[in-house]
């Protein structure tokens, strides 16, 4: 028996038109993976607190589409926002090298419209309206220049204090020439946009988020900060997720009202109340998280007033803290607090780390029960 003919491709296409389940009415597939990974990619580098660097490797490692990571240099496709996110980090700059010996390089025809155009798309994406210098000798007169030069060619406002894309030069890491880092925002992360209300002896947001995450993050947490100053401990940690109960105490009326602004800033709805942290009156055991930011004895408090305070203060957080609870503290009396761990028959005691801020290293400690 003769076998029939086999159909042509068309004629097979022509008789499954109507079919949808046949392989000739499929539409081709796109091809898969995250289209963000097709865009162009930048390099970028963390400024970050002496002594959070890992912290901040860390926070980084969780960024999707991330690539080539070299302690804190990176390449990253895509939207700036997720990088704007991080909350570990001072600032996120965007980095470029030239093959220039040293700055007067820069003043070339060709290197200077490179910088130019460099500086205008960072200062496109972060919305700059001015720009300042960073760099060794910048009221040098070659220095001066070149802003003079950036000036007239990107059309921003050459500010040398104020200006809100900070531009620093710098030898290149690893080579001969230089690098430019542009800042990728008009003020640097760390500035909390929450931050309405500042107090002599703040802390530092980025010191706020490192010993909260090194403190454990859990829902059922019932959290006290005692001396709470302006809030930055409780804002913080109330952005990273729920917990059972927060609460604050300062025994100074204008903090309570500095961290209440704040508060109403950030848009969390947390209680913090002009009471004596030292004398609350709270039954036993009402905390699982206590957060402390203790006197430094410079900007707030004497050095001879803490060693009266802190002895007292781990006594009283003693009697508040659950069993199985923690207690991190920061503090730049280093020498007090670690004597008064050693002595310590209640506590156990390590240190988190040890950060360089605003002229001070202060250290933070995880304690826990005995």
């Known amino acids: 028996m003769p076998r029939p003919a086999r159909s042509s491709r068309s004629d097979r296409r022509s008789d499954n038109r109507h079919d949808?389940?046949?392989p000739f009415n499929r539409k081709a597939s796109k091809?898969?993976?995250d289209y963000r990974e097709r865009q162009p990619a930048h390099e970028y580098v963390l400024d970050v607190l002496p002594g959070l660097e890992a912290i901040a490797e860390n926070e980084l490692a969780d960024v999707p589409l991330a690539r080539d990571i070299r302690g804190l240099?990176?390449?990253?496709?895509g939207d700036m926002e997720r990088l704007n996110r991080l909350k570990s980090v001072v600032a996120v700059y965007r980095i470029k090298a030239w093959d220039v010996p040293r700055p007067r390089g820069?003043?070339?025809?060709?290197?200077?419209s490179e910088l130019a155009t460099f500086v205008a798309e960072v200062a496109r994406v972060g919305g700059h309206k001015s720009f300042r210098l960073g760099a060794a000798g910048k009221e040098s007169s070659v220095m001066q220049r070149?802003?003079?030069?950036?000036?007239?060619l990107i059309g921003l406002t050459h500010h040398a204090e104020e200006g809100e894309l900070l531009l620093r030069f710098r030898p290149e890491e690893h080579g001969e020439g230089w690098e430019v880092l542009a800042r990728m925002t008009p003020r640097p992360l760390s500035a909390r946009a929450w931050r309405v209300c500042n107090m002599n002896g703040g802390l530092n947001a980025?010191?706020?988020?490192?010993?909260?995450k090194l403190a454990g993050q859990r829902d059922e947490d019932r959290?006290?900060?005692?001396?709470?100053?302006?809030?930055t401990l409780l804002i913080e940690r109330s952005l990273m997720g729920p917990s059972a109960a927060m609460v604050g105490v300062d025994i100074d009326p204008a903090a309570v009202e500095c961290a209440q602004r704040n508060l109403a800033a950030a848009k969390r709805e947390i209680e913090v109340a002009c009471v004596d942290a030292l004398n609350t009156g709270l039954p036993d055991r009402s905390f699982d998280l206590i957060l402390a930011d203790l006197p430094w004895g410079d900007a707030i408090g004497t050095h001879g007033g803490n060693e009266v305070l802190y002895p007292a203060f781990l006594k009283e957080m003693y009697r508040l803290l659950s069993r199985q609870g923690r207690l991190a503290v920061i503090t730049h009396e280093i020498k007090l607090f670690q004597g008064l761990l050693e002595d310590s028959t209640e506590w156990y005691a390590r240190e988190l780390f040890q950060a360089f801020s605003g002229g001070h290293h202060?250290?933070?400690y995880l304690l826990s029960k005995r």
Request: glycine share 12%; hydrophobic share 40%; no cysteine.
């Open 362 to 364: 202060p250290k933070a």
């Open 31 to 33: 091809p898969k993976g």
């Open 223 to 231: 959290i006290f900060n005692p001396m709470s100053g302006s809030g």
């Open 206 to 212: 980025t010191l706020a988020y490192a010993v909260l």
């Open 73 to 77: 240099r990176f390449w990253y496709p």
């Open 20 to 22: 949808p389940n046949s």
């Open 146 to 152: 070149l802003a003079s030069e950036l000036e007239g």
């Open 106 to 112: 820069f003043l070339g025809n060709q290197q200077l």
